[in-house]
């Protein structure tokens, strides 16, 4: 038999059998035969179709980063700036990954304490071609790097999402700094938090224990997992996250030089829309992989991912013709990249027409962020991070707490401890929901808020993160990186 | 001689080529320029920023003729380029000192 590193399962995958050991040494078992009684719980299992879907999906989430990302809000720029955000984006992505095999995975998914893992995956350490993660199903299992490759993907992408909010005015070198701080003490906590548990066969295998066990399991989980918190694919972790980080940053930074009474169009909408198609499309690896196996919920989280977007795109596009008069490319763009930011938490829990409201929805609210209170107090988040990542993280997070009831379509709560081995339905209750919900999106706002301004205010008084005047004015391109973005 | 100076609205760029050739006109100098006049400029909406710029596009024609020539000039013209609306554009007539073809080094009538 080949050795099993499961996610965080090995201690109790070896409770589990001394449990039942003990079980079928008690008398009254001991009664029913010499065998022990089979367990419940189905045995580990890597199928080819699953490895292979979250291969595909991590290549998916790699090309919403770059180029899809990167080209969405290069476009949003001008054109003395398009080469740092594009240069800033890459770098993440390339940085971040780094740091993920070297301490995040690490710190984001192994059993530490309810904010943040432990070290015993340090530099990948024990994680090879025979290391396998859990899914959500009992006994289903994928390759435990695949996992890593995934959730890679995800640590690369939400450090980029921030930089759109102090666009065309930060150094390179300060920024990647704040970067990696970033990461390391917002990031792999908060995706510690929400996502980190033992798997459905760790409950499973507690839940035979006894109520002691299945506690003791529990509480081994992030804290937001151990609310009860839902989101499926990183509304609160990658959205609410990266948007609030991002706002405290251009607040921190200041406006650019001459906003807003110069005009600063953006220089390429043809290129945003690019950015923007691959962000839809990558999106499907993002929101439907987080199924982490390939079967019907997976393409539940697919549709919801297609159609939310859909209502999304379509609902900006008719606000602005009421309130404008016209409906915009940018707007469009806009209200397809909120759509899939508010379905992110719901993508495998909410219901098709669920999806379509919650698309149907948040555009106008995300809308009335980026027009009117942006305008009304004046700050300068130069590609709505806060009001796109942010607010629409926001409706989403509270909506999958609403879509999520099964009388709305919705998939309802797992239980994976009623009937070990077997998934069933736990109770839901809306209100109750709605709380925890809430109480999630307020510790990632304060967790991300806070931790980010300190990071911001030291690196900013200590190296100075903010470009100079002369600098900002001669553009971003030639002063941080001496190149331009088009030589014609 | 007189060099005819009009600004007008690009899209009527071909019917007062049109209008000229028939009239006897052989050659133009043609410009994209950016001005305003009476006609106000367009609004930029990108998400909550807006911008109105000022200046409008238009073409600049020039044709220089023969000083009997310029008046039937200015009549194509402000016929062809006229829609009836605010921002049709004007014609200046100014006078025209002296022409030289750079290939022969002709000049003045025989050079337009």
Same mark, same amino acid.
């Given at each position: 038999?080949?050795?099993?590193?499961?996610?965080?399962?090995?201690?109790?995958?070896?409770?589990?059998?001394?449990?039942?050991?003990?079980?079928?040494? =008690?008398?009254? &078992?001991?009664?029913?035969?010499?065998?022990?009684?089979?367990?419940?719980?189905?045995?580990?299992?890597?199928?080819?179709?699953?490895?292979?879907?979250?291969?595909?999906?991590?290549?998916? *989430?790699?090309?919403?980063?770059?180029?899809?990302?990167?080209?969405?809000?290069?476009?949003?720029?001008?054109?003395?700036?398009?080469?740092?955000?594009?240069?800033?984006?890459?770098?993440?992505?390339?940085?971040?990954?780094?740091?993920?095999?070297?301490?995040?995975y690490s710190e984001a998914f192994t059993s530490g304490n309810?904010?943040f893992g432990g070290m015993s995956k340090?530099?990948?350490?024990? %994680?090879?071609?025979?290391?396998?993660?859990? !899914?959500?199903?009992?006994?289903?299992?994928?390759?435990?790097?695949?996992?890593?490759?995934?959730?890679?993907?995800?640590?690369?992408?939400?450090?980029?999402?921030?930089?759109?909010?102090?666009?065309?005015? %930060?150094?390179?070198?300060?920024?990647?700094?704040?970067?990696? #701080?970033?990461?390391?003490?917002?990031?792999f906590?908060?995706?510690h938090?929400?996502?980190y548990?033992?798997?459905?066969?760790?409950?499973?295998?507690?839940?035979?224990?006894?109520?002691?066990?299945?506690?003791?399991?529990?509480?081994?989980?992030?804290?937001?997992?151990?609310?009860?918190?839902?989101? &499926?694919?990183?509304?609160?972790?990658?959205?609410?996250?990266?948007?609030?980080?991002? &706002?405290?940053?251009?607040?921190?930074?200041?406006?650019?030089?001459?906003?807003?009474?110069?005009?600063?169009?953006?220089?390429?909408?043809?290129?945003?829309?690019?950015?923007?198609?691959?962000?839809?499309?990558?999106?499907?690896?993002?929101?439907?992989?987080?199924?982490?196996?390939?079967?019907?919920?997976?393409?539940?989280?697919?549709?919801?991912?297609?159609?939310?977007?859909?209502?999304?795109?379509?609902?900006?596009?008719?606000?602005?013709?009421?309130?404008?008069?016209?409906?915009?490319?940018?707007?469009?763009?806009?209200?397809?990249?909120?759509?899939?930011?508010?379905?992110?938490?719901?993508?495998?829990?909410?219901? !098709?027409?669920?999806?379509?409201?919650?698309? #149907? *929805?948040?555009?106008?609210?995300?809308?009335?962020?980026?027009?009117?209170?942006?305008?009304?107090?004046?700050?300068?988040?130069?590609?709505?991070? &806060?009001? %796109?990542?942010?607010?629409?993280?926001?409706?989403?997070?509270?909506?999958?707490?609403?879509?999520?009831?099964?009388?709305?379509?919705?998939?309802?709560?797992?239980?994976?401890?009623? =009937?070990?081995?077997?998934?069933?339905?736990?109770?839901?209750?809306?209100?109750?929901?709605?709380?925890?919900?809430?109480?999630?999106?307020?510790?990632?706002?304060?967790?991300?808020?806070?931790?980010?301004?300190?990071?911001?205010?030291?690196?900013?008084?200590?190296?100075?993160?903010?470009?100079?005047?002369?600098?900002?004015?001669?553009?971003?391109?030639?002063?941080?990186?001496?190149?331009?973005?088009?030589?014609? | 001689?007189?060099?005819?100076?009009?600004?007008?609205?690009?899209?009527?760029?071909?019917?007062?080529?049109?209008?000229?050739?028939?009239?006897?006109?052989?050659?133009?100098?043609?410009?994209?320029?950016?001005?305003?006049?009476?006609?106000?400029?367009?609004?930029?909406?990108?998400?909550?920023?807006?911008?109105?710029?000022?200046?409008?596009?238009?073409?600049?024609?020039?044709?220089?003729?023969?000083?009997?020539?310029?008046?039937?000039?200015?009549?194509?013209?402000?016929?062809?380029?006229?829609?009836?609306?605010?921002?049709?554009?004007?014609?200046?007539?100014?006078?025209?000192?002296?022409?030289?073809?750079?290939?022969?080094?002709?000049?003045?009538?025989?050079?337009?």
């Amino acid at each position: 038999m080949k050795p099993l590193t499961k996610l965080g399962l090995g201690p109790l995958a070896i409770g589990a059998m001394i449990g039942l050991a003990a079980l079928a040494a =008690h008398p009254a &078992f001991a009664q029913a035969g010499a065998a022990a009684p089979a367990s419940p719980i189905p045995a580990p299992t890597v199928n080819k179709g699953d490895t292979a879907w979250m291969l595909v999906s991590t290549l998916l *989430v790699l090309m919403m980063s770059v180029p899809g990302l990167a080209l969405f809000y290069g476009g949003l720029v001008r054109t003395k700036n398009m080469l740092s955000v594009l240069t800033q984006v890459l770098m993440i992505v390339c940085m971040v990954a780094v740091i993920w095999v070297c301490w995040g995975y690490s710190e984001a998914f192994t059993s530490g304490n309810p904010f943040f893992g432990g070290m015993s995956k340090l530099f990948l350490k024990g %994680v090879d071609a025979n290391a396998q993660a859990a !899914t959500f199903s009992n006994g289903v299992y994928i390759p435990e790097l695949a996992y890593v490759c995934f959730q890679m993907t995800f640590a690369c992408i939400t450090p980029a999402l921030i930089v759109g909010s102090f666009a065309e005015r %930060v150094r390179f070198l300060p920024l990647m700094l704040f970067i990696a #701080l970033w990461v390391t003490l917002v990031y792999f906590p908060i995706a510690h938090m929400v996502w980190y548990w033992d798997g459905p066969d760790g409950i499973a295998a507690a839940a035979l224990k006894g109520a002691a066990a299945l506690d003791a399991v529990n509480k081994d989980a992030g804290l937001l997992f151990q609310w009860g918190a839902l989101d &499926f694919a990183g509304g609160t972790v990658v959205h609410i996250n990266a948007g609030i980080a991002g &706002f405290v940053g251009c607040l921190i930074f200041g406006k650019r030089l001459g906003f807003p009474h110069e005009p600063m169009p953006p220089h390429s909408l043809t290129m945003t829309m690019i950015g923007a198609s691959l962000l839809w499309v990558g999106w499907f690896g993002f929101n439907a992989g987080s199924n982490l196996e390939s079967n019907g919920v997976t393409a539940v989280a697919f549709m919801n991912t297609f159609i939310a977007t859909a209502a999304a795109g379509f609902s900006w596009a008719m606000v602005e013709q009421i309130v404008k008069g016209k409906p915009s490319l940018l707007g469009a763009a806009s209200g397809v990249v909120a759509g899939l930011v508010a379905v992110t938490p719901a993508s495998g829990y909410a219901g !098709t027409m669920g999806s379509v409201v919650l698309g #149907l *929805v948040v555009s106008p609210i995300c809308f009335f962020f980026v027009t009117t209170v942006k305008n009304k107090f004046g700050y300068d988040d130069t590609l709505d991070v &806060f009001g %796109v990542h942010c607010i629409g993280g926001i409706i989403g997070a509270l909506g999958t707490g609403i879509l999520v009831a099964p009388a709305l379509g919705g998939q309802g709560i797992a239980d994976y401890a009623a =009937h070990p081995g077997t998934l069933s339905a736990g109770s839901y209750d809306m209100v109750g929901q709605l709380i925890i919900q809430a109480k999630a999106v307020l510790l990632t706002l304060v967790w991300s808020g806070v931790g980010s301004a300190i990071l911001y205010f030291v690196i900013e008084k200590t190296w100075g993160m903010r470009a100079t005047p002369e600098a900002e004015t001669m553009g971003l391109d030639i002063s941080e990186h001496s190149e331009r973005a088009y030589n014609y | 001689m007189k060099l005819v100076i009009a600004i007008i609205k690009p899209f009527k760029l071909d019917e007062v080529r049109e209008a000229l050739s028939a009239i006897g006109v052989a050659g133009m100098t043609v410009t994209e320029v950016k001005g305003f006049g009476r006609q106000k400029g367009q609004t930029e909406i990108y998400r909550g920023a807006e911008y109105s710029t000022n200046m409008v596009p238009k073409i600049k024609v020039e044709v220089a003729c023969s000083s009997d020539l310029a008046s039937r000039v200015v009549e194509a013209v402000q016929q062809a380029a006229n829609t009836g609306a605010i921002g049709d554009g004007k014609i200046f007539v100014v006078d025209l000192a002296q022409v030289v073809r750079i290939r022969t080094g002709e000049t003045d009538e025989t050079a337009l």
